[in-house]
């Protein structure tokens, strides 16, 4: 198998007037909300001056306001009607909202941004903390004088403004960030807000088109019925795993691995699995538990050092948050277990015949990647003027171009192309589950990978959006057994199962984990079942619209991916 050389006042227009909302209740309107938290973290006086203005600016109008009245209007808004106790001027126009966006207004300025002091300084001492704040300074700026341009970005006194504040304090607001800013009056660019805004609108536009697009091509239907293994809700495993501790010369510790052996003696590969950025093992055992039960045997690695530890102790303030940093570490796991394998210093995968055949690396998100650059590929040559380009303003709607964007310190600025990889050491095929690579392989992209790839992603995916991230790399794919799926309504979270709800470290809200994630596992199993069978039978997992359970996928080989490309506007 191929390795990875990795390197260490306002005038306003006259129209009718109406209340208005600042809000809405649709899930785009909702995903905005959860990018402008996203950003806000970024956005008691600190000594010295404070700033006392905030200026609205856009198309060449101001508005300016009262930092101190306008903290006296957010703290003294009841929940009912408008704020008669704050200063006149201002009320005047904030009144002119509807009471619910009166209410989510005072919320915003008022509730904590921080709540978690030591995550707080991790985050600031990170290299994504570093790339928002690059972003929320282009956006609020000092207030320069009139005639001498733009104002200069404030990401440097954010900064230092959130750390003196987190040493005081454990939470910090909107407000309070604003005032504690050693400046007299800061510019809060609203055509920027409104771009970010727009860029949402667009991706969610664009997928929908591309949709629309990926509907007319001439796909036989099927419908199948769900394996019955993963269709009740809780996990029920007849046979748990085996836990081990693999010694690896780069790490201080063993290894933690899942062991699934096969409970059946069937020929096949056995399937290297990986978890996502801050994934665990427990995750993906509903999928390690079913491939075993079918006869394919799995090892789930646990990455320590981007695994649910590490984001808990980032939140605890033990750490940074992790990032792509992590990859050249989850590399080395995977060639560690592979050679582990082949040395037989492992326990027996089942009873023989199983896993005999080779292996098939799989993985989630991060994980799916790792599976790419494990099975030889490597980022292509101008990676850092690529970063560069697509860092101009912050990747909110493709989320993993910032993970994407910190391998150049990983890796370089790639390779040049050295034509078609050998997939010798028993390497059979890769899937990624909501997988990315825009950046790293905008060329050729699968193009140099010379065995069976499954991509799959999800229609509600805007952390790796499909149409960026999975079918602009598998257009160029050469393999016939390679598919590309894209399941309607599934998110980038739907392969993740957390069966107790009330240990989950996040609980995100629908929009984000897509629909009844359950039934769209039932279909990644059953896609994932025929992918691995059809590494010996190749005409199982044919090109098809597939209906389960009121799920729908559509599977697509490299000709078909390459002609729905083509029925799409350029980027």
């Known amino acids: 198998m191929a390795t990875v050389q990795l390197l260490p006042q306002l005038k306003l227009p006259l129209r009718r007037w109406r209340p208005f909302r600042l809000g809405c209740r649709r899930p785009g309107a909702r995903l905005l909300v959860l990018a402008a938290g996203l950003l806000a973290p970024l956005l008691a006086p600190a000594p010295g001056r404070a ?17 101190v009245e306008l903290e006296a209007w957010a703290r003294q808004s ?24 009166r209410r989510d207004l005072a919320r915003l300025l008022t509730a904590p941004l921080l709540r978690d002091r030591s995550f707080g300084v991790q985050l600031l001492n990170s290299w994504t903390g570093e790339q928002m704040l690059r972003e929320a300074g282009t956006l609020l700026t000092i207030t320069a ?23 005081r304090q454990t939470t910090v607001s909107t407000l309070e960030l604003l005032r504690a800013l050693p400046t007299p009056s800061v510019t809060l660019r609203i055509d920027g807000v409104l771009e970010l805004a727009s860029q949402w609108r667009r991706q969610l536009q664009r997928q929908n088109g591309a949709l629309a697009q990926l509907r007319q091509l001439p796909l036989p239907q099927r419908t199948s019925r769900p394996l019955s293994f993963s269709g009740s809700e809780h996990l029920v495993i007849g046979h748990p795993p085996q836990r081990l501790q693999l010694a690896v010369p780069h790490r201080v510790t063993p290894l933690p691995l899942e062991l699934w052996p096969s409970q059946q003696a069937r020929r096949g590969p056995w399937v290297l ?6 994934g665990s093992p427990d995750q993906l055992s509903w999928l390690a538990a079913a491939l075993a039960d079918r006869g394919w045997p799995v090892l789930v690695v646990e990455h320590p050092g981007s695994d649910q530890q590490a984001i808990q102790a980032s939140l605890l303030g033990d750490a940074p948050p992790p990032g792509a940093e992590t990859l050249p570490q989850r590399l080395a796991d995977l060639q560690a277990v592979l050679e582990a394998q082949r040395e037989g210093q492992l326990p027996p995968l089942g009873p023989a015949p199983a896993g005999e055949q080779g292996v098939v690396l799989m993985g989630h998100s991060l994980g799916g990647l790792a599976a790419l650059m494990g099975a030889g590929l490597v980022p292509e040559r101008g990676l850092g003027r690529r970063c560069e380009l697509a860092l101009a303003s912050l990747p909110l709607t493709n989320l993993s171009r910032l993970l994407q964007c910190q391998l150049p310190r990983v890796t370089g600025d790639g390779a040049p192309s050295q034509g078609p990889l050998p997939h010798g050491g028993g390497l059979l095929g890769v899937v990624a589950f909501n997988g990315f690579g825009s950046l790293l392989w905008p060329y050729r992209g699968l193009e140099d990978l010379n065995l069976p790839v499954l991509l799959v992603g999800g229609g509600l995916d805007l952390v790796t959006p499909p149409e960026q991230e999975q079918l602009a790399v598998f257009a160029r794919a050469r393999h016939p057994r390679s ?6 309504g599934a998110s980038h979270f739907s392969p993740v199962r957390i069966d107790n709800r009330g240990e989950a470290l996040f609980r995100l809200g629908q929009d984000l984990v897509g629909i009844e994630p359950l039934k769209v596992q039932a279909l990644l199993l059953s896609l994932t079942s025929e992918f691995l069978q059809g590494l010996e039978h190749p005409l199982l997992l044919s090109p098809q619209l597939r209906d389960q359970d009121g799920v729908r996928a559509y599977v697509l080989d490299p000709s078909l991916a390459r002609r729905w490309r083509g029925l799409l506007p350029a980027p």
Do not use: C, H
């Open 51 to 67: 700033a006392e203005e905030l200026r609205l600016q856009l198309d060449g109008l101001e508005l300016p306001i009262d930092l």
């Open 78 to 101: 009841g929940q009912k009607g408008s704020n008669l106790a704050a200063p006149q001027d201002l009320a005047v126009w904030l009144n002119l909202l509807e009471p619910g966006s």
């Open 145 to 167: 004088s009139p005639g001498q341009g733009p104002g200069r970005s404030t990401a440097p006194l954010l900064l230092s403004s959130l750390r003196q504040l987190l040493q």
């Open 273 to 278: 699995l990986m978890p996502g950025l801050g």
């Open 483 to 488: 598919r590309l799926v894209l399941v309607e």
